[in-house]
Each structure stands twice: as C-alpha cells, then as structure tokens.
C-alpha cells in the first residue's frame, strides 16, 4: 500500500500554514498517513522547524533566539507530540547557500539523538519514523548518532544523469526520496530490486499519483492529500 505524506504538514497550499502544529493537526483530519517537517537550528541550538533558512521578515533563523522566533514556529519536541500516531519524515536541512550550512553536522546530530530517546521511551509515533536529507554527510552523522534510525536521500534534479540506487546503497540509507521528475518507472524498479524504500515528492498530479501507487512506491509526499487520497483508492 502507497502511503500519503502531507507536505510540510498539510502543504504549503494546505488549509494552515506549513509546518505549524496547526498543519500537522489538519493533515491528520484530512487523511494523511504522516507528515514531512524540515528542522533547523536557532541561534542558542535549539531545534525547530521550519522549511526556509530564512523567516518571513528576512531574519536569519539561525541568528535568531528560538524565543525571538514566531510563536507559530514550533520545536521539533513539539511538532513530534503533536504527531502522534502518525508517520513522520524528518528532513534535516543542511545545504551550502544557506546561513545555517552544518560542515559539523550538530543539527543531524542532535536530531537523531532526540528521536533515539524517543524511541528508547516506547513512544508509538517513532515507530514510523525517517530521517531524511540531500546531504550525505548529514545522513552518515544520523546513522552514526542514531543507528536504528531509518534514513532516506533526497534526490533533486541535480543529480539527474547519475546513478541514484548506486549512491544509495554506498551511503548506506534504507530509502531514497525522489523528486517526481527523477521518479522514473525504471528507478523505481532498480531501488526496489536493491532494498530501497522510495517516496517521491511532491506529487499534486492525480494520474501521476494513481501510476505511482500502481508501481508499489512507499508513499508519496503531497500538497493535496484528499487528492492523493482519492487517487490512490
């Protein structure tokens, strides 16, 4: 069965804004398996959520207190009680043009420490639980954190023309993560024959939602999840 997972929680176009409590309330209302959240750092290392590097005003969030930050701007502590029950995929953003690139990896590192202490609790959301990231370097420094944790490689349309499930399995991830262009049938083919889990994002299309789950994907990450939803039957 393909799974839906709301984008940011019920997607940048959702009923709430994007990776709110909020959000994540409202993707379970509308049917939605689990969620995809993005974490960063502020500036005292606390770890929140939230997509940009940036805030609406243009501050930094990096330089920014997590007590300076907008009270609709949740801890990720916070956004994983508020998922209960539910799927969740943890993106850990760490890219070179952003003010919080990570050569150290802490917000990897860190991350997976606090999902390992809930898992260690019994807590059932950690159950379904995937770290995922574009950064390899911030995927190893998870595993090596957090070994139980499943992690997954976002793959975006750079890395179009290279072997994806080759530089998967040398990573050492369980998943790759697909954006829907690279989300060919044959890839997803070669990754399944290989072991990996593929989720693909971020399908808003209902044809395109409806092959996906023809061809067995894990889930699929999605703006619309009463759209996905319907599609996927």
Do not use: Y
């Amino acid at each position: 069965m393909t799974l839906v997972l709301a984008h940011r929680g019920s997607g940048p176009f959702g009923p709430e804004p994007e990776n709110t409590l909020a959000a994540f309330a409202a993707a379970a209302e509308l049917g939605a398996d689990g969620v995809e959240l993005d974490v960063r750092r502020s500036r005292d290392r606390q770890l929140v959520v939230h997509h940009d590097a940036f805030l609406p005003d243009g501050r930094p969030i990096c330089e920014t207190a997590a007590s300076e930050l907008p009270s609709s701007l949740p801890s990720l502590a916070e956004a994983l009680d508020s998922c209960a029950q539910m799927i969740v995929n943890v993106e850990v953003k760490n890219s070179p043009p952003d003010p919080d690139v990570d050569p150290g990896q802490w917000v990897a590192s860190e991350t997976a420490r606090l999902l390992a202490e809930r898992v260690s609790a019994g807590e059932s959301l950690l159950q379904s639980l995937i770290v995922s990231s574009f950064s390899l370097g911030a995927l190893a420094a998870v595993r090596e954190a957090a070994p139980g944790l499943e992690t997954a490689w976002l793959a975006g349309m750079e890395e179009a023309g290279s072997d994806l499930v080759a530089t998967a399995q040398a990573a050492g991830v369980e998943g790759i993560h697909p954006s829907e262009w690279l989300a060919s049938d044959a890839l997803i083919e070669a990754a399944h024959a290989a072991g990996l889990a593929v989720r693909v994002w971020t399908v808003n299309d209902a044809a395109r939602l409806a092959h996906l789950g023809s061809l067995g994907v894990e889930a699929v990450i999605t703006n619309d999840v009463a759209l996905a939803r319907q599609a996927l039957g």
